[in-house]
């Protein structure tokens, strides 16, 4: 079986400092990873993903996630958090080699920047 | 602009009543899927479909419908046997199926509530 989690309901950091929302994983295989943001009565917008090669992966509107197998573990991270960032941040990860054909969410982690 | 449509936004069920939800798509996507989202629970698949005239159930089927007819459309009915249906229902494709490494697209949601 496959899972994933987000320990944090909610993050909050000051406009201009870093970020990172955390995700860990369980897969019986090698993961397919995904992050996905929210903004309020909205659907969900595709940020990134990490499918194979390089552990640093680069998405959308300057945010990365760096895949630690050893930690099963795929933080996102943006160097300098803007207000319009605020947001819930989903986290979700497909086994491919699992016999799982279906994607797991995390239950979302709720992104507050404070101007 | 391609994406996915979602209508209507907001929809209120009486007891008793079977109400239908509608999702186009115009991205050319063979895959369709149906979530259901609630407070603190993440996202929860519903139906899915790879194929036109081809579907499976997700994780709590009951108490739902789909039916695909068209590339495009993959309407999800929810029906009187869903006891709780009170939550925002998500929409999504992708260019593949669910044994892929490819993103899904997200329409903006219908709210449904009980009245």
């Known amino acids: 079986a496959q899972s994933v989690a987000q320990p944090e309901d909610q993050v909050n950091v000051a406009e201009g400092n870093p970020l990172t929302v955390k995700c860990t994983y369980s897969?019986?295989?090698?993961?397919?990873l995904f992050w996905y943001v929210q903004y309020p009565n909205r659907g969900l917008q595709f940020l990134l993903k990490?499918?194979?090669?390089?552990?640093l992966v680069k998405g959308s509107y300057g945010f990365e996630a760096e895949f630690n197998k050893s930690q099963t573990s795929f933080h996102l991270k943006k160097p300098s958090a803007l207000v319009s960032d605020s947001a819930l941040y989903f986290c979700?990860?497909?086994?491919?080699?699992?016999?799982?054909?279906?994607?797991?969410f995390g239950t979302g982690t709720k992104l507050q920047v404070i101007p | 602009d391609g994406g996915i449509t979602q209508s209507p936004k907001y929809l209120f069920r009486k007891e008793g009543q079977n109400v239908t939800l509608s999702c186009e798509q115009n991205?050319?996507?063979?895959?369709m899927y149906w979530y259901r989202q609630d407070p603190g629970q993440g996202l929860r698949l519903i139906y899915y479909?790879?194929?036109?005239?081809?579907?499976q159930k997700g994780d709590i089927a009951e108490g739902y419908s789909v039916s695909r007819e068209k590339k495009e459309s993959f309407p999800l009915t929810v029906t009187s046997a869903q006891k709780n249906p009170t939550a925002f229902y998500l929409c999504?494709?992708?260019?593949?199926?669910?044994?892929?490494?490819?993103?899904?697209?997200f329409g903006d949601g219908t709210r449904l509530s009980i009245l």
């Open positions: 999504a494709s992708s260019r593949q199926g669910l044994n892929s490494n490819q993103p899904q697209h």
């Open positions: 991205l050319n996507h063979d895959a």
């Open positions: 897969v019986s295989g090698n993961p397919y």
């Open positions: 979700a990860v497909r086994d491919p080699d699992g016999g799982y054909q279906k994607v797991t």
């Open positions: 990490y499918i194979t090669g390089d552990n």
């Open positions: 479909s790879q194929i036109v005239n081809d579907f």
